[in-house]
Each structure stands twice: as C-alpha cells, then as structure tokens.
T-cell receptor, first 112, second 114 residues
C-alpha cells in the first residue's frame, strides 16, 4: 500500500531564508507526487507535481520540489521565504489508478 | 468564477439529524471526490465518482451516501449524525481518475454536530 511521511509537524523559517518541507513516500509502481497548500479556513490548492522526467519540478508562487528516487523523497523548497507562505503543506502520492494518499501535513511558519 | 463550490460553508446540527452537503464543479472534469479532514488536519478520501459512477468507497459508515446527478455535481447525504462526524468535508474534482491529474478542492464545509 502506498504511504507518505512528512516527518516535521512544524517548520519555522525567517523571512528571506530558504525553506524546505520534507516528504518521503512509498509506492509499488511509478509514483505521481504532488504538493498542496492549505491556508486557514480554505480548501487545498495545488502547487506542483512530479510525473516523470526532470527531477526538479517548478510550481506556483516560486515553489519547487526535488524528486529523489533512491531516497524516495520529494522535498518542497523555496529559495526565499515570504511571510505569506505561512500555511499548512501536504505532500501526496499515487500510482496509476490508485487513490491519492496524503501526508499528515507540515505547518510552515515564516517569521518576519 | 469559482471552480469547485460547496454549500453550505458551515453546518451546525444536533445528533440524530440528517443533513446534505452539495458540491458543483465548472471545470468540465470527469472525476469528483469527497474527503474528510479531522481536527488534526488529517485528510482521508471517502468517495470518488467518475462520470456519475461510484469508483471508490472507502471504509465509511453507510450513514454516508453520495449521489451524483450528473458529472458536475456530487452531493453527500449523512443520516443519523453522530458527534464523531464533526469535521471539515472537502469536495474535489480532477480531469480523470487514472492519470497524474491534480485535484481541485472546494472551500470546505465545516460540520459541527452537538
């Protein structure tokens, strides 16, 4: 069965510093990997996805993620954090035909 | 234009009541979903429909019954509400069910059972 682990409940970073939100996954086939963001009292918004090809995926709002097959990781990154990036971030995985499985979420706090 | 909309946004009701949540998407997507997000923010799929056909039915009490009158709508009816049903329910849609399609989420319905 597929699964996603987000090892950090909370990540704190100073505004202007680079940020990383970690995600590791387990899936039997080739993974489709996703990152979503949830602002308070809102639905989830899609940020980016990995299907195949280039290991560095660029997404919305300056976010990017690096796929590492050997480490089964898909960490979310941004070179320079903004206070407005503060939100709850979810990593999710599926393979062909299976339901999307979400991690438990990581709360990002960017401090001015 | 709102891509995925849900009504109502808030729902407060007493135990034992029956309630419905409506969802509509104007993206032309074939697949729609219902998710439950608990108080710890854990997100779990409940149901999925593809072109009005039920394709995923996770371990959900049969008090929960989805209905899809057409592929743009997926409603959720809940009978005999219990305290443990209190959560935020999200509707979502995607272009298809098997490919690497991202899902688009509605704003959520916060259900409180007292």
């Amino acid at each position: 069965a597929q699964s996603v682990a987000q090892p950090e409940d909370q990540v704190n970073v100073a505004e202007g510093n680079p940020l990383t939100v970690k995600c590791t996954y387990s899936v039997s086939g080739n993974p489709y990997l996703f990152w979503y963001v949830q602002y308070p009292n809102r639905g989830l918004q899609f940020l980016l996805k990995y299907i195949t090809g280039d290991n560095l995926v660029k997404g919305s709002y300056g976010f990017e993620a690096e796929f590492n097959k050997s480490q089964t990781s898909f960490h979310l990154k941004k070179p320079s954090a903004l206070v407005s990036d503060s939100a709850l971030y979810f990593c999710a995985v599926r393979d062909m035909g299976t339901p999307l499985v979400f991690g438990k979420g990581t709360r990002l706090s960017v401090i001015a | 234009d709102t891509a995925v909309s849900q009504t109502p946004k808030y729902l407060v009701t007493q135990m034992g009541n029956d309630k419905s949540i409506k969802c509509e998407q104007n993206l032309g997507h074939d697949t729609m979903y219902w998710y439950k997000q608990d108080s710890k923010k854990f997100l779990k799929i409940m149901f999925s429909y593809n072109n009005k056909e039920l394709i995923i039915n996770e371990t959900v009490p049969n008090r929960f019954s989805p209905k899809s009158p057409d592929k743009a709508h997926l409603n959720l009816h809940i009978n005999s509400l219990e305290l443990g049903d209190s959560a935020v329910y999200f509707c979502a849609s995607s272009q298809g069910r098997k490919g690497p399609y991202e899902q688009y989420f509605g704003p959520g319905t916060r259900l409180t059972v007292t």
